[in-house]
């Protein structure tokens, strides 16, 4: 099945560098949604942007969208060690049925060394 | 506030032997429902999903099976547990436009 793709895959800062993800993608899109998994945890929601909307902000969060390419960035500004972790990216459609389906990419393993 | 709960956290079954996660959703009525199925290292796989009591589909063709019985609880099952099924279980719902609120997962290993 068609995947989001991320990259890259595996990213080490310093803490209070920011830390920049990409996601691409490869449907029509409704929205975009990133997440956080903690190792061995469940995901947890971070932002949703919507397919009209180009930027939105959420603390030291900040995810653009640029639909032209089908991508889209997640920025984590003045990082923590505390940020560590894998971030995801999905991307939400309709499918020929009309029922919301998610595509998720493979993620980025973001390491934050204090 | 809604909450989901995913029980166990971590699970060690034999292989041949029969398996049942739960999921329960509060504070919300009639949520989409998944299943999905985590590898090491991997992105999200997912393997059944209900939009309603009774209904479910399946997305890929494997050894387990998914119910809801009620409208807030979501099982998965197998009646004979594959060393293939070992992985991490993630229960999620979603109310509409919104993300998807994850339960804790559980970690299946098969021996």
């Known amino acids: 099945s068609q995947q989001g793709e991320e990259d890259p895959q595996a990213l080490s800062i310093q803490e209070g560098e920011n830390a920049t993800m990409n996601c691409s993608y490869k449907?029509?899109?409704?929205?975009l949604q990133w997440y956080r998994q903690n190792s061995g945890r469940g995901l947890v929601h971070l932002i949703l942007?919507?397919?009209n909307e180009r930027e939105k902000h959420s603390g030291r969060l900040r995810v653009t969208l640029d639909t032209s390419k089908k991508s889209s960035s997640l920025l984590i500004t003045a990082s923590r060690a505390a940020d560590t972790a894998s971030y995801f990216c999905a991307t939400a459609y309709l499918n020929a049925g009309n029922n919301r389906k998610l595509i998720w990419g493979l993620g980025t393993s973001l390491a934050v060394n204090p | 506030s809604q909450t989901i709960h995913q029980w166990p956290a971590t699970l060690v079954q034999p292989v041949g032997s029969p398996l049942s996660l739960e999921c329960t959703v509060e504070?919300?009525?009639?949520?989409?429902l998944y299943w999905y199925r985590q590898a090491a290292g991997r992105g999200l796989q997912l393997l059944f999903y209900?939009?309603?009591?009774?209904?479910i589909s399946s997305e890929v063709p494997q050894n387990l099976s998914a119910s809801r019985p009620q409208d807030r609880q979501f099982i998965l099952s197998s009646k004979k547990l594959l060393l293939s099924d070992s992985g991490f279980y993630l229960c999620?719902?979603?109310?509409?436009?919104?993300?998807?609120?994850f339960g804790s997962g559980t970690r299946l290993t098969v021996v």
């Open positions: 999620a719902w979603s109310g509409g436009s919104y993300g998807y609120t």
């Open positions: 504070g919300t009525s009639n949520p989409n």
């Open positions: 209900s939009v309603g009591i009774g209904q």
């Open positions: 449907t029509s899109i409704n929205n």
């Open positions: 942007i919507r397919s």
